[in-house]
Protein backbone atom coordinates (compact mmCIF):
# COMPACT_ATOMS: atom_id res chain seq x y z
CA UNK A 1 0.00 0.00 0.00
CA UNK A 2 1.35 3.53 -0.97
CA UNK A 3 2.46 5.51 2.00
CA UNK A 4 -0.01 7.89 2.06
CA UNK A 5 -2.56 5.23 2.19
CA UNK A 6 -0.72 3.01 4.43
CA UNK A 7 -2.20 3.15 7.83
CA UNK A 8 -5.38 2.54 6.07
CA UNK A 9 -8.13 -0.27 6.64
CA UNK A 10 -9.15 -2.39 4.56
CA UNK A 11 -12.77 -3.65 4.15
CA UNK A 12 -13.20 -7.19 3.42
CA UNK A 13 -16.84 -8.75 3.58
CA UNK A 14 -17.81 -7.56 7.31
CA UNK A 15 -14.35 -7.28 8.65
CA UNK A 16 -11.60 -5.30 7.96
CA UNK A 17 -7.55 -5.59 8.33
CA UNK A 18 -4.45 -3.56 8.70
CA UNK A 19 -0.97 -4.30 9.11
CA UNK A 20 0.69 -4.35 11.95
CA UNK A 21 3.05 -1.49 12.74
CA UNK A 22 5.98 -4.22 13.10
CA UNK A 23 5.96 -4.79 9.14
CA UNK A 24 8.12 -2.36 7.12
CA UNK A 25 5.03 -1.09 5.30
CA UNK A 26 7.96 -0.05 2.20
CA UNK A 27 8.02 -3.58 1.48
CA UNK A 28 4.23 -5.02 2.72
CA UNK A 29 1.18 -3.54 1.45
CA UNK A 30 -2.53 -3.62 0.73
CA UNK A 31 -4.50 -2.82 -2.29
CA UNK A 32 -7.79 -2.38 -2.60
CA UNK A 33 -8.75 -4.49 -6.10
CA UNK A 34 -9.53 -1.11 -7.90
CA UNK A 35 -6.31 -0.13 -7.56
CA UNK A 36 -4.63 -2.62 -9.45
CA UNK A 37 -5.38 -1.30 -12.86
CA UNK A 38 -3.81 -3.10 -15.92
CA UNK A 39 -0.61 -4.15 -13.97
CA UNK A 40 -0.37 -7.74 -12.10
CA UNK A 41 3.10 -7.22 -10.64
CA UNK A 42 3.27 -6.51 -6.73
CA UNK A 43 6.60 -4.16 -7.15
CA UNK A 44 4.44 -2.01 -9.49
CA UNK A 45 2.93 -0.72 -6.96
CA UNK A 46 5.72 -0.17 -4.39
CA UNK A 47 5.70 3.63 -2.58
CA UNK A 48 8.74 4.74 -4.31
CA UNK A 49 7.15 4.45 -7.57
CA UNK A 50 3.53 5.38 -6.10
CA UNK A 51 4.93 8.64 -4.47
CA UNK A 52 6.81 9.35 -7.92
CA UNK A 53 3.86 9.07 -10.04
CA UNK A 54 1.78 11.40 -7.68
CA UNK A 55 4.75 14.32 -7.67
CA UNK A 56 5.25 13.83 -11.13
CA UNK A 57 1.25 14.15 -11.66
CA UNK A 58 1.30 17.34 -9.57
CA UNK A 59 2.84 19.06 -12.26
CA UNK A 60 1.99 19.26 -15.70
CA UNK A 61 2.79 16.29 -17.89
CA UNK A 62 2.47 14.40 -21.03
CA UNK A 63 2.34 10.72 -21.44
CA UNK A 64 5.74 9.44 -24.16
CA UNK A 65 3.17 7.85 -26.57
CA UNK A 66 1.09 10.96 -27.02
CA UNK A 67 4.33 13.64 -28.02
CA UNK A 68 6.59 11.04 -29.84
CA UNK A 69 6.02 8.56 -32.61
CA UNK A 70 8.37 5.16 -32.43
CA UNK A 71 9.82 3.96 -35.89
CA UNK A 72 9.48 0.49 -37.33
CA UNK A 73 11.48 1.42 -40.24
CA UNK A 74 13.89 -1.81 -41.37
CA UNK A 75 16.89 -1.61 -43.39
CA UNK A 76 16.35 -4.27 -45.72
CA UNK A 77 14.77 -2.34 -48.92
CA UNK A 78 15.66 0.87 -47.27
CA UNK A 79 19.35 0.74 -47.42
CA UNK A 80 21.58 -1.67 -49.37
CA UNK A 81 24.69 -2.22 -48.03
CA UNK A 82 27.55 -4.33 -49.94
CA UNK A 83 29.14 -6.77 -47.28
CA UNK A 84 28.96 -5.53 -43.70
CA UNK A 85 26.68 -3.63 -41.51
CA UNK A 86 27.65 -1.14 -39.17
CA UNK A 87 25.57 -2.95 -35.84
CA UNK A 88 24.50 -1.41 -32.79
CA UNK A 89 23.56 -3.77 -29.48
CA UNK A 90 22.85 -2.51 -26.86
CA UNK A 91 26.01 -2.51 -25.16
CA UNK A 92 27.24 -0.36 -27.55
CA UNK A 93 25.59 2.75 -25.72
CA UNK A 94 27.96 4.24 -22.81
CA UNK A 95 25.03 4.33 -19.74
CA UNK A 96 26.96 6.79 -18.04
CA UNK A 97 27.29 9.63 -20.95
CA UNK A 98 24.22 8.44 -23.49
CA UNK A 99 26.75 7.97 -26.68
CA UNK A 100 27.08 5.11 -28.47
CA UNK A 101 30.43 3.96 -27.56
CA UNK A 102 30.99 1.15 -30.18
CA UNK A 103 29.86 -0.74 -33.78
CA UNK A 104 30.01 -3.66 -34.87
CA UNK A 105 30.71 -4.99 -38.43
CA UNK A 106 28.71 -8.02 -39.16
CA UNK A 107 28.45 -9.44 -42.39
CA UNK A 108 25.09 -9.32 -44.11
CA UNK A 109 25.36 -12.81 -45.01
CA UNK A 110 25.82 -13.65 -40.91
CA UNK A 111 23.54 -10.74 -39.42
CA UNK A 112 21.43 -12.15 -36.67
CA UNK A 113 17.64 -11.31 -36.68
CA UNK A 114 18.08 -8.90 -34.02
CA UNK A 115 20.14 -6.56 -36.56
CA UNK A 116 17.17 -5.17 -37.90
CA UNK A 117 16.35 -1.64 -37.04
CA UNK A 118 16.74 1.62 -39.51
CA UNK A 119 18.32 4.44 -37.07
CA UNK A 120 18.60 8.06 -38.56
CA UNK A 121 19.64 11.44 -37.14
CA UNK A 122 18.51 12.75 -34.50
CA UNK A 123 16.72 9.21 -33.54
CA UNK A 124 16.22 8.56 -29.73
CA UNK A 125 17.38 4.74 -28.93
CA UNK A 126 15.67 2.98 -25.64
CA UNK A 127 16.86 -0.24 -24.63
CA UNK A 128 13.72 -2.48 -23.74
CA UNK A 129 15.87 -4.27 -21.61
CA UNK A 130 17.05 -3.41 -17.98
CA UNK A 131 15.93 0.35 -19.64
CA UNK A 132 16.25 1.84 -15.93
CA UNK A 133 20.03 0.97 -16.64
CA UNK A 134 20.14 4.35 -19.16
CA UNK A 135 21.38 2.81 -22.58
CA UNK A 136 19.66 5.31 -24.06
CA UNK A 137 21.23 7.52 -26.53
CA UNK A 138 20.45 10.85 -29.19
CA UNK A 139 21.78 9.15 -32.72
CA UNK A 140 23.98 11.39 -34.40
CA UNK A 141 25.17 12.34 -38.20
CA UNK A 142 27.93 9.87 -37.75
CA UNK A 143 25.74 7.20 -37.04
CA UNK A 144 22.70 7.76 -39.91
CA UNK A 145 21.76 5.34 -41.13
CA UNK A 146 23.22 2.50 -39.42
CA UNK A 147 21.73 -0.79 -38.49
CA UNK A 148 20.46 -1.19 -34.07
CA UNK A 149 18.93 -4.10 -32.43
CA UNK A 150 15.50 -4.54 -32.00
CA UNK A 151 16.16 -4.66 -28.69
CA UNK A 152 15.81 -0.84 -28.74
CA UNK A 153 12.79 1.34 -29.54
CA UNK A 154 13.33 3.88 -31.15
CA UNK A 155 11.75 7.44 -31.16
CA UNK A 156 11.61 9.52 -34.32
CA UNK A 157 8.43 11.67 -35.04
CA UNK A 158 8.37 14.52 -31.98
CA UNK A 159 4.45 15.00 -32.47
CA UNK A 160 4.92 17.50 -30.27
CA UNK A 161 5.15 21.38 -31.27
CA UNK A 162 6.11 22.36 -28.00
CA UNK A 163 8.55 20.10 -27.34
CA UNK A 164 12.27 19.78 -27.84
CA UNK A 165 13.90 17.29 -28.91
CA UNK A 166 17.17 17.24 -27.02
CA UNK A 167 15.11 18.04 -23.70
CA UNK A 168 13.49 14.95 -24.17
CA UNK A 169 16.21 12.66 -25.04
CA UNK A 170 17.73 14.43 -20.96
CA UNK A 171 14.67 13.77 -19.49
CA UNK A 172 14.32 10.21 -20.39
CA UNK A 173 18.04 10.15 -18.70
CA UNK A 174 17.05 11.61 -15.72
CA UNK A 175 16.37 9.42 -12.43
CA UNK A 176 12.51 10.35 -12.41
CA UNK A 177 12.31 8.29 -15.91
CA UNK A 178 14.77 5.67 -15.03
CA UNK A 179 12.75 5.09 -12.31
CA UNK A 180 9.36 4.94 -14.06
CA UNK A 181 11.10 2.20 -16.97
CA UNK A 182 12.02 -0.09 -13.87
CA UNK A 183 8.62 0.19 -12.22
CA UNK A 184 7.38 -0.92 -15.80
CA UNK A 185 10.34 -3.71 -16.62
CA UNK A 186 10.29 -5.08 -13.30
CA UNK A 187 13.17 -6.37 -11.27
CA UNK A 188 13.71 -9.86 -11.84
CA UNK A 189 17.13 -10.51 -14.02
CA UNK A 190 16.14 -9.92 -17.92
CA UNK A 191 13.73 -6.77 -16.81
CA UNK A 192 12.14 -6.12 -19.87
CA UNK A 193 9.73 -2.96 -20.77
CA UNK A 194 7.39 -2.93 -24.01
CA UNK A 195 6.95 -0.35 -26.36
CA UNK A 196 2.91 -0.22 -24.87
CA UNK A 197 4.30 0.17 -21.61
CA UNK A 198 6.99 2.80 -22.43
CA UNK A 199 4.54 4.72 -23.84
CA UNK A 200 2.67 5.17 -20.66
CA UNK A 201 6.50 7.21 -19.14
CA UNK A 202 5.18 10.45 -18.06
CA UNK A 203 7.06 13.46 -18.95
CA UNK A 204 7.29 16.91 -17.62
CA UNK A 205 5.57 19.75 -19.60
CA UNK A 206 7.83 22.76 -19.64
CA UNK A 207 7.40 25.62 -21.57
CA UNK A 208 10.08 26.01 -24.56
CA UNK A 209 12.46 28.78 -22.43
CA UNK A 210 12.58 26.15 -19.41
CA UNK A 211 13.10 23.26 -21.96
CA UNK A 212 16.25 25.58 -23.46
CA UNK A 213 17.54 26.49 -20.32
CA UNK A 214 17.41 22.85 -19.63
CA UNK A 215 19.34 21.73 -22.78
CA UNK A 216 22.28 24.60 -22.15
CA UNK A 217 22.50 23.52 -18.84
CA UNK A 218 23.34 19.96 -19.68
Known sequence: QSLYRRNRKIRTGMKSFQLSDQVDKTKVFILEK??????????????????????????????????????????????????????????????????IKSIRKIPIDGAPNRAKMLIRTGDILISKTRPSKAAIALVDPEHDCYVASTGFSILREIRDESLLRDFLYIALRQPFCLKQLGQYSGEQNYAAISQEQLSNILIPHLDLPSQRDVVARV
Open 34 to 99: SELGRQFAPHFYKSEYVDLLNRLRANPFKKLGAIARFSDETWRGQVSFERYLPYIEIGGVDTKTGR
